[in-house]
C-alpha cells in the first residue's frame, strides 16, 4: 500500500495559528479504498477520525487527537462531462489547481470564493462563498459527491441517490463522513469585467439594493475609523479580455494590499492609537481601476497578511442595519481595528446547514491582524450579528452552540437525525462539532 502512516505525534496548526491539535497518527491515503481502511482501522482501534486540507479554517473544525486524514493524494479531476456540464474531482484537489485545470479545458465554475488555497472538500463543507446575486456558495454548485461513512462503506450522492444525504452532506462540516470526491457544475469559460472604485460608506448604504440589483456580482470592504469603503462589481462581458497589467497588479495587489498593508499591521500592533489614522491612509491608497479576465482571476485575490476571521449570513434585508450598528459600535469604543470589514451577498440554497439556507443572505466579515487581539472586537460584532439572526460561517471564529443553532436553522433537526444514522458512535466527532452539533 502507498498510504503514509505516522505514529508519531506531531503538532497540526491551522493557517492562521489559532488553532493546534496533536493527533495519534496521520494518514495520508492514495485510493478511496486505503481511506475507508483507515477509517475501519480507526474504529477497530477506539479513535476518532478527522479530515484536514490546507488548515485555511479559524475553527477547530478539522481537530481531532485521532486519526487526521491528509488527502493531497486524492487529488485532480476524475472525469469531465461536457454534455452533462459536470466535472468531478478528486476530494484534496485545491481550488487553484482546480480552477486553472479547467481553464485549460475551456470551462469554469460560476461562482466561487475570494481565495483558492484551500481543497476542494474543505472548502465546501464549510461553506465557502463568494458574491453573487443569482450565483450561490461553492457548495450550491455541488450535483454529486462520494462520502465514506463511519463503517467504512462509500456513499454516492445526489439529488437521484442518496438525496437525503447529498442535502446535507455538501455542508457536512464534516460530521457526516469524509468526503471523497465532488461532481460540480461547470459551464463554458467566460469574461468578467470587474470595476472596483472608492465609495463613501452612507452612500454605500444608501444605494445597496441598487448596486446588489443592478451587478451579478458585487462587495465592497469598509475601514473602521473612517467613512470610506472600496466596492467591486463583478458583471460578464462579451470582451475583449484586458487583464490587470503586470505592473499595476504587482503594485496594487502585492505591493500595497500585502506588503504595505503588512507592514501597517505590524505599526498598528505595536502602537494601538496610529490605527485610525493608518486607516484612513489605507482607505485612500486603493484608486478605481476597471479589467476584464477569465473568472478564477476576477473573483479571487492573493491573501499574504495573516488574520483572524469572525463572519456571519444575516437576512439580506437586515444588512444595512447590521452595518450602521457595526459602525455605531466601533466609533463609541476604545477598539483600534486595523482590518477592513468585508460584505458579501449569496441567494437562498437549499442545502440544510448552508448560511444561506432558505434565505437571501448577506456577509459581513470581520478580521483582526495575526497577533493582535481579538477577542473584544468579535464578541462586540457577534451580539449584533446574532441580534439579526445571523448565521456564522463554520470555518470561522464564533461562540455559538447547538440550542443556538437549532434556532436559526429550520432544518436544524434534519441535518441531527442524519448524523444520527451516519455516525451514531461519533467516529467523527471533535469538541468543535459536539458544540455546535451537540453530542
Not at 478539522?62 to 461536457?82: E, F, K, Y
Not at 455541488?142 to 462520502?147: A, F, M, P, R, Y
Not at 476604545?334 to 460584505?343: A, M, N, Y
Request: net charge neutral; hydrophobic share 40%; glycine share 8%.
Amino acid at each position: 500500500m502507498s498510504t503514509t502512516v505516522s505514529e508519531k505525534s506531531g503538532t497540526w496548526r491551522n493557517w492562521a495559528g489559532n488553532v493546534t491539535a496533536r493527533p495519534a497518527r496521520e494518514v495520508t491515503p492514495a485510493s478511496v479504498d486505503e481511506l475507508a481502511a483507515a477509517v475501519r482501522k480507526a474504529a477497530e482501534d477506539g479513535l476518532t477520525v478527522k479530515a484536514v486540507g490546507t488548515g485555511h479554517s479559524f475553527t477547530a473544525a478539522a481537530a481531532t487527537d485521532g486519526v487526521s486524514i491528509r488527502p493531497q493524494l486524492l487529488a485532480g479531476i476524475r472525469r469531465i462531462d461536457r454534455e452533462a456540464g459536470t466535472v468531478t474531482v478528486e476530494a484534496g484537489t485545491p481550488l487553484k489547481r482546480l480552477n486553472a485545470a479547467l481553464a485549460r479545458e475551456g470551462l469554469s465554475l460560476t461562482n466561487m470564493g475570494d481565495i483558492m488555497e484551500q481543497t476542494v472538500s474543505g472548502a465546501t463543507s464549510t461553506g465557502t462563498h463568494g458574491t453573487g446575486r443569482d450565483s450561490g456558495s461553492i457548495a450550491a454548485q455541488i450535483k454529486g459527491l462520494e462520502l465514506v461513512t463511519a463503517d467504512g462503506s462509500v456513499l454516492t450522492c445526489s439529488e437521484q441517490e442518496n438525496p437525503d444525504v447529498f442535502a446535507s452532506a455538501r455542508i457536512g462540516i464534516g460530521a457526516l463522513g469524509i468526503i471523497t470526491a465532488i461532481t460540480f457544475a461547470v459551464e463554458p469559460i467566460f469574461l468578467l469585467t470587474a470595476r472596483e472604485e472608492p465609495m463613501p460608506f452612507e452612500k454605500v448604504l444608501a444605494e445597496f439594493d441598487e448596486l446588489w440589483s443592478e451587478n451579478e456580482h458585487f462587495e465592497f470592504y469598509w475601514f473602521p475609523h473612517t467613512g470610506n469603503t472600496n466596492t467591486k462589481r463583478n458583471n460578464r462581458s462579451a470582451g475583449p479580455e484586458r487583464p490587470v497589467g503586470q505592473l499595476s497588479s504587482w503594485f496594487e495587489d502585492e505591493f500595497l494590499s500585502n506588503g504595505v498593508f503588512q507592514v501597517a499591521n505590524w505599526v498598528g500592533r505595536a502602537v494601538p492609537a496610529t490605527i485610525p489614522a493608518i486607516a484612513q491612509i489605507s482607505s485612500r491608497a486603493l484608486s478605481a481601476r476597471t479589467y476584464t479576465d477569465i473568472p478564477y482571476k476576477v473573483f479571487t485575490s492573493p491573501r499574504r497578511v495573516r488574520f483572524v476571521e469572525m463572519e456571519y449570513a444575516v437576512p439580506r434585508e437586515a444588512l444595512v442595519d447590521t452595518l450602521r450598528e457595526l459602525k455605531a459600535m466601533v466609533d463609541r469604543s476604545g477598539l483600534r481595528v486595523s482590518f477592513p470589514v468585508e460584505v458579501r451577498t449569496a441567494p437562498a440554497d437549499d442545502i440544510t446547514l448552508s448560511t444561506a439556507s432558505g434565505r437571501d443572505s448577506a456577509y459581513v466579515a470581520v478580521h483582526m491582524f495575526r497577533g493582535t487581539p481579538y477577542q473584544a472586537y468579535f464578541t462586540a460584532a457577534e451580539r449584533i450579528f446574532t441580534a439579526h439572526a445571523g448565521r456564522p460561517h463554520w470555518g470561522k471564529v464564533h461562540t455559538r452552540d447547538a440550542e443556538y443553532f437549532a434556532e436559526v436553522y429550520p432544518r436544524f433537526g434534519e441535518f441531527a437525525a442524519l448524523r444520527d444514522r451516519l455516525d451514531p458512535d461519533r467516529r467523527f466527532g471533535n469538541a468543535y462539532l459536539r458544540r455546535v452539533l451537540g453530542s
